[in-house]
């Protein structure tokens, strides 16, 4: 009775022992193959430079855009907040006759027909005659 674990029998073995005789009769190029291999490996190193190189430039050049990035976003929050501030102090008559101006420097003619002066609201208890 055959043995089971007799390697002759095993399809991996066997398959195994297929690969490496493929991959002697590949190595028997000789020079040619060796020619090959240490020009495939410059090549690889060659573009690994590169790759660090390109790499190091860009870095370097966002460090070095870094600051003029933070300058410009510096200025625009601090017009966002200057407009903000004219917004909150004007009230209503600033905000109607900016919005006026605003749309009459775009269309015909520039009018402006907010009143000035002092209002006061009445209660309803005080126009209702007291009994």
């Known amino acids: 009775m055959p043995d089971p674990h007799d390697p002759r029998r095993n399809p991996a073995w066997q398959a195994a022992r297929?690969?490496?005789?493929?991959?002697?009769?590949?190595?028997?190029?000789?020079?040619?193959?060796?020619?090959?291999?240490?020009?495939?490996?410059?090549?690889?190193?060659?573009?690994?430079?590169?790759?660090?190189?390109?790499?190091?430039?860009?870095?370097?050049l966002g460090w070095a855009l870094m600051p003029l990035l933070r300058h410009r976003l510096k200025k625009r929050m601090e017009q966002m907040r200057a407009d903000q501030a004219q917004d909150v102090g004007g009230g209503f008559h600033y905000r109607e006759t900016h919005y006026r101006e605003s749309r009459s420097a775009q269309g015909t003619q520039r009018e402006q027909q907010v009143l000035e002066g002092n209002y006061e609201v009445k209660d309803e208890d005080e126009d209702k005659p007291r009994s």
């Open 18 to 60: 297929e690969w490496q005789q493929r991959a002697r009769q590949s190595q028997s190029s000789g020079l040619l193959g060796s020619l090959k291999m240490l020009l495939a490996w410059l090549l690889f190193g060659a573009l690994m430079i590169v790759a660090l190189v390109l790499g190091l430039v860009f870095m370097l």
